[in-house]
């Protein structure tokens, strides 16, 4: 059952808007503009002044190499630095292409590079890391983030004291590998919330941050408070609910204006193309957050697409790091 069917529309939109505002505090203590680059802002805990929007790795490695690189380096000549990936999206090529981008003409140092892992235990955990290091073909990553936790029992595993992969991040912490820790969430608050929980004090979360994730099991409504209580980063992402929010007849710009009003300091985007890179470059170079009034209409008008998180469909326990799954099978 949605919990926020449980509230009144008033009070529903007054918890929204609350949040809107306390974006709009956040974005105004923690932004800047580079002269002729985009806007950036403070990440967390770590104090790394991060550009607002970053590129999904899972999409470019996706699009022919040539014109892969030729995007990527145009992402980091004009002030998209902050790039995400995983060390299996695309079977490792994700990161093979990404690294091929960053070689030479110091674009490596230009860049907060983020990359993920699904192990659970230190030994898979540790492979993951190295796999992840040399398909970027980089010596350290800026943030390395467990990837994808989808189910409760999963917390527990990664924070074992013997075998966890916790161990695994913290000796690569300690070796240089790795700068800043983190997790992404997507399948529900709760699990985000157990993390956040743990006992370790995360430099970012990456969770979902479109119109519809204010309706239903919202991380924008019980995650990013406690990520902002523990000045942990926040990372956004799913903005166009993979791809869905135009379908439902959303305008994609106001959806990233909206994920980027909240209290986040970057959004991830999935760019397969020329087009879609000036379209969220343009976006984000010119950004101001969303007004009150355009909140509300959207609010209102995504309430009947997301109240009962049907159109989310990662928000399910079958949209969790599929590789960790079939490890644990195997390992049952």
Not at 181 to 204: E, N, P, V, Y
């Amino acid at each position: 059952m949605n919990p926020y069917l449980t509230q009144n529309r008033r009070d529903f939109l007054k918890t929204a808007l609350a949040g809107m505002t306390a974006g709009s505090t956040f974005i105004a203590s923690v932004q800047s503009k580079p002269a002729g680059g985009i806007p950036k802002r403070i990440l967390g805990r770590t104090g790394e002044s991060v550009a607002i929007i970053g590129l999904g790795g899972w999409t470019i490695g996706k699009v022919e190499e040539a014109e892969a690189i030729n995007i990527m380096h145009r992402a980091i000549d004009e002030g998209v630095t902050f790039f995400d990936n995983c060390w299996h999206y695309n079977n490792g090529w994700s990161e093979e292409v990404m690294g091929k981008a960053l070689k030479g003409s110091s674009r490596r140092d230009k860049v907060y590079l983020m990359s993920k892992g699904c192990g659970r235990d230190a030994e898979n955990c540790d492979e993951h890391i190295n796999t992840s290091l040399k398909q970027l073909d980089v010596d350290h990553l800026d943030l390395w983030m467990f990837h994808g936790v989808a189910y409760m029992e999963e917390v527990p595993r990664i924070f074992d004291e013997k075998k966890g992969a916790l161990n695994a991040v913290l000796k690569a912490q300690k070796a240089g590998k790795i700068r800043h820790i983190g997790f992404s969430c997507h399948t529900s608050a709760d699990i985000a919330l157990a993390m956040l929980k743990s006992g370790l004090q995360f430099d970012a979360a990456l969770i979902p941050t479109s119109i519809l994730d204010a309706h239903y099991d919202s991380f924008q409504m019980k995650v990013i408070p406690e990520c902002r209580e523990q000045n942990v980063g926040i990372l956004g992402m799913k903005s166009l609910n993979v791809g869905n929010i135009p379908s439902l007849g959303f305008d994609a710009v106001k959806a990233r204006r909206y994920a980027l009003s909240l209290p986040i300091s970057s959004l991830m985007c999935g760019i397969e193309s020329w087009d879609n890179y000036h379209q969220d470059y343009a976006m984000a170079k010119h950004f101001e957050p969303l007004s009150e009034r355009e909140v509300t209409n959207l609010l209102a008008e995504s309430e009947p697409y997301g109240k009962d998180g049907s159109k989310e469909r990662y928000k399910s326990g079958n949209a969790g790091c599929h590789w960790q799954r079939n490890e644990d099978r195997k390992a049952s």
